[in-house]
């Protein structure tokens, strides 16, 4: 029951505007039938053809209908429908994997690393680094890991 009142309302101010709206065009119309026909009176009391006052007006009146022109095309083409051409997907780029610093410990004996403190590393010219000391000293830096815990 109140929904049906609620759309006899909105149905009631929409005629109202609507009968707004058609006044405001009657009297639009009006005012401009009555400036064609002033224009008329004083083009025919002076002598001069509508041809002859179209052409002295030229450029206004030709911006004027481009203008128009434009405003009829734009509401004329988005009645076409358009065909959709089918998405692309862009391939994601994969990140650049960050270069790592190798760092190359040198032949030697190694102690005092904070993961295992009383451990004696050797570290051979030949052969593979142990990962405890490879990953103390990127963490820490080359320099200081020398300096901390070299022995020889």
Known sequence: MATRQKEIDALRAKITKLEQQQAKEDQERQALEDTRQSIMSILEEAGVSFEAFIRFNYKSVRKAVAKIEREESNVAAPAEQRVKKKTVTKK?????????????????????????????????????????????????????????????
Do not use: H, M, W
């Open 92 to 152: 994601r780029r994969r990140k650049a994997s960050k270069v790592k610093t190798t760092i190359k410990i040198p032949a030697g004996k190694y102690t005092n690393v904070p993961s295992a403190p009383d451990t004696v590393y050797e570290v051979k010219d030949k052969g593979p680094r142990p990962k405890l000391l490879k990953a103390y000293a990127e963490e820490v830096g080359l320099e200081t890991f020398f300096a901390q815990c070299r022995v020889d």
